[in-house]
Nanobody
Framework: QVQLVESGGGLVQAGGSLRLSCAASGSIFRINDMGWYRQAPGKQRELVATITSGGGTNYADSVKGRFTISRDNAKNTVYLQMNNLKREDTAVYYC????????????????WGQGTQVTVSS
């Protein structure tokens, strides 16, 4: 299996910054796309940003110009640098990875972290 562990959430004032990290571990053969999603109270989970193994990125319109996704393939880790945070960025942020586990290299599975809370105060 593949496990994802997020860190870096917390409480920050509007206009501030946070950096989230997500490390993948376990029986990993290869990790394809990685990404960050978020879910605010009473709302559906939504895409924040994704990054391919080659470094190609995709962002939600609401975070373009403020958030930057990056990854370290050697460490199986993805990051989300969040700048100029707004109250509407308050949510639980989840890491996602599409990965191939060593015990079954014929399929790609989606894995999720447990989530990390980001709270932006005014």
């Amino acid at each position: 299996q593949v496990q994802l562990v997020e860190s870096g959430g917390g409480l920050v004032q509007a206009g501030g910054s946070l950096r989230l990290s997500c490390a993948a571990s376990g029986s990993i053969f290869r990790i394809n796309d990685m990404g960050w999603y978020r879910q605010a109270p009473g709302k559906q989970r939504e895409l924040v940003a994704t990054i391919t193994s080659g470094g190609g990125t995709n962002y939600a319109d609401s975070v373009k110009g403020r958030f930057t996704i990056s990854r370290d393939n050697a460490k199986n880790t993805v990051y989300l640098q969040m700048n100029n945070l707004k109250r509407e960025d308050t949510a639980v942020y989840y890491c996602n990875a599409n990965a191939i586990a060593r015990h079954d290299v014929s399929r790609v599975n989606g894995y999720w972290g447990q989530g990390t809370q980001v709270t932006v105060s005014s």
